[in-house]
């Protein structure tokens, strides 16, 4: 999608193209983000609560600082995302690729893992 990086432009829902959008602070709590793809794109201090972000493609994505309690992120591709300082108490991360992943000062309280590949490349099947 071309013009402005910003929420004007584009539609968030579910198999949206966002790549590189400037999403800083928006507030998508509970919304149906399935299969979205926002790589490369700046979510940082998101209110993502409870989102269903399954399968979303959000690779080199800057989510440090966001609300991601809840969420469903499985199936996600996190690949070189920043979730330095996000909350993600009680998210569903099976099956996520966090390869490479930022997470140092990250909630990571309840959450599930299920065959995550780790930022080191280790496979977490802690939940399974």
């Not at 993502?48 to 979303?56: R, V, W």
């Not at 909630?107 to 802690?126: E, Q, S």
């Amino acid at each position: 999608m071309s013009g402005p990086k910003g929420v004007k432009g584009y539609r968030l829902e579910p198999f949206a193209q966002c790549p590189g959008a400037l999403l800083d602070h928006v507030r998508l709590n509970a919304a149906n983000l399935y299969s979205i793809d926002f790589r490369g794109a700046s979510l940082r201090d998101a209110h993502l609560a409870g989102a269903h972000i399954a399968e979303a493609r959000l690779g080199g994505a800057d989510l440090s600082g966001a609300d991601l309690t809840g969420a469903n992120l499985s199936g996600a591709n996190l690949e070189r995302a920043n979730l330095t300082g996000a909350d993600l108490t009680g998210a569903n991360l099976s099956r996520a690729n966090l390869t490479g992943a930022k997470i140092a000062a990250a909630r990571l309280v309840g959450v599930r893992f299920c065959k995550t590949t780790m930022p080191d490349l280790r496979v977490n099947d802690a939940d399974c």
